[in-house]
């Protein structure tokens, strides 16, 4: 009878430790919670990016050492933008040209590697980048360059399954970290410089079969599939014809190339949108809905429950897609957003009424600010490039100088908030651009932008700023300036502490409530990706990717110039307090 019983519980712990191995939907929605794993992109769904961990705080960080680097090896080096996830053990980081490592997360040994195998003739804007995978049940999913979905076996490596999102000969790809919400794995596309359709999927993640697709340009059909794959009309995204002129809404851009947050409390996913296409705004009349916006979607049904548009008629490739993070203001649901075009906007999550606009770069030229009552920017027209047809030639339009630059005061690095501190944590630029519009026409694959510009810098001190902001009032309370631009994110944590990455090749962390920087390290090669932390057996552990690129070096102008010494890499560091 003893015997039976041992092997009763024996079974019973083992059936237990099975059952945790699995990603459940629980456990996602949990993840910012818990602090043995990092299930999802945003360290939990609302994407804050805080950790209530505090064994690593401003006492205790000088004895933070490294415990082990991983190379990703080869000569396919790079941008790496990364966010490592860790969860039973093992850490799932993607590297550039669409691979992912599985790695012991102790000891950094190589468990095993996917590479996918990429086509010639992708056409990535912005470097061979990826930004991470998602987690789910026994599956870890990626996206890919060629614009393709894989999700692979956790323990083996092995494909499970494998999905074409679209056609990369025609522009589109994907770089961004799939969001999963109640067993859909939700994800959008990039490509908006070639004149793609944006949209937002929801497929079932442990098949890969669709379940409804929402497009993000007015117009557009959306559609709803049944069990057995049938394509079935789920209404048009907006009104036709009513914010786009003549048949350019069938090439509009806005892709949400980003990647998107999701509340369970209010059962909607956020993602942002991109730059309509072309870049060329005179040809566009109109606010061209949804571009340059946050799009609130029902998970359940695929339809968007609200819009916020931060740049109507966007003439200077200010694209929205950067990251709606949910925060909680006494018992109101908000989300706030630093975009591209520099200003920083608090939202009701629920209804998307704007409740606060404020800029958190120091030189904005395109708006003189966000009027509150109508939700719409107060332009200033003669900073908007010229129209081309116009112009004695017919060629080139009047050049302005805008600040900031198309790269944004914020970009694709995601900014974190401390429910401890009210604050939100986030990494900006100081740059501006001389820009001008020429005529074009949509070719299939072809760049799509009717536009030239020019990267400047501002001042000579610095380019990069983390700041302190605090979304009520909009003061900065805090900001450490860095002389290259910053091109990765922010972590926080419950140890007062908020974490960072250079292009110089610092992973740092300052005091959450000074910003006095109390300790910093040396990756090797320029950080642009955001870190992450988790514990183990009652050890906390902080990860962070290292290697250049990604879209500054490319496009950046006089910024590139200015950073031409910075060397490529690639490789994860992880790193805990000395015993």
Request: glycine fraction near 14%.
């Amino acid at each position: 009878m003893r015997l039976k019983m041992i092997t009763t519980l024996v079974a019973l712990a083992m059936g237990s430790m099975a059952a945790q191995a699995v990603v459940t939907d629980q456990m996602i929605l949990d993840d910012a919670k818990t602090t043995g794993d990092v299930l999802s992109w945003g360290i939990g769904t609302q994407g804050q990016r805080y950790s209530p961990l505090k064994q690593i705080n401003t006492s205790t960080i000088g004895k933070l050492v490294p415990v082990w680097s991983f190379s990703f090896g080869g000569e396919k080096q790079r941008g790496q933008e990364s966010q490592p996830l860790i969860h039973d053990g093992r850490m799932f980081v993607t590297g550039s040209y669409s691979r992912i490592y599985a790695l012991d997360a102790k000891t950094g040994q190589k468990l095993w590697k996917y590479e996918h195998r990429l086509p010639e003739g992708i056409m990535p804007c912005c470097d061979v980048i990826n930004r991470g995978a998602a987690l789910y049940d026994n599956l870890v999913i990626f996206a890919t360059l060629d614009a393709q979905l894989v999700a692979l076996d956790q323990k083996t490596g092995d494909v499970v399954w494998k999905e074409k999102i679209d056609d990369y000969k025609a522009g589109y790809s994907a770089t961004a970290a799939p969001l999963i919400v109640d067993g859909l794995l939700l994800t959008g596309v990039s490509g908006g410089e070639f004149g793609v359709v944006g949209r937002v999927e929801a497929r079932d993640a442990k098949t890969g079969q669709l379940v409804w697709v929402r497009p993000t340009v007015e117009g557009h059909m959306g559609y709803r599939y049944d069990k057995d794959g049938k394509q079935i009309e789920n209404g048009v995204s907006g009104t036709p014809g009513k914010t786009w002129p003549g048949d350019l809404w069938q090439t509009g851009g806005a892709a949400t190339w980003l990647g998107g947050t999701y509340d369970a409390r209010t059962g909607l996913a956020y993602f942002g949108t991109g730059n309509p296409a072309p870049w060329n705004s005179n040809l566009r009349k109109g606010d061209n809905l949804f571009s340059c916006s946050t799009v609130a979607i029902d998970v359940k049904t695929g339809q968007i429950k609200w819009h916020y548009q931060n740049t109507p008629n966007d003439g200077w490739d200010f694209d929205g897609v950067n990251e709606f993070v949910t925060f909680d203001d006494g018992g109101r649901i908000l989300g706030g957003k630093a975009d591209r075009n520099g200003f920083f906007y608090v939202n009701d999550a629920k209804t998307g009424q704007l409740v606060n606009a404020f800029p958190f770069v120091k030189k904005i030229t395109w708006a003189t600010g966000i009027d509150l009552k109508t939700g719409r920017p107060n332009y200033v027209p003669e900073n908007r490039p010229g129209d081309p047809i116009a112009s004695p030639d017919g060629k080139k339009g009047q050049t302005v100088f805008a600040a900031p630059g198309f790269l944004g005061g914020k970009n694709q690095m995601p900014m974190a908030y401390s429910p401890d501190t009210k604050l939100f944590y986030v990494p900006a630029n100081e740059w501006g651009m001389d820009i001008w519009n020429e005529p074009i026409t949509y070719k299939k694959g072809a760049a799509y932008l009717g536009a030239g510009f020019t990267i400047k810098t501002l001042n000579e001190e610095y380019i990069g700023a983390l700041r302190a902001i605090d979304p009520k009032t909009g003061k900065i309370a805090w900001e450490v300036k860095n002389n290259a631009p910053l091109w990765g994110g922010v972590l926080t944590t419950g140890g007062n502490l908020v974490w960072w990455g250079t292009p110089e090749g610092f992973l740092q962390a300052a005091d959450a409530k000074t910003g006095k920087v109390v300790w910093k390290f040396q990756t090797g090669s320029g950080v642009v990706a955001p870190p992450v932390t988790w514990e183990d057996k009652g050890e906390q552990y902080v990860a962070v990717v290292s290697g250049w690129g990604g879209a500054v070096p490319l496009w950046g102008g006089d910024v590139a110039k200015r950073v031409n010494y910075l060397e490529q890499g690639g490789s994860v560091w992880v790193f805990k307090l000395m015993k």
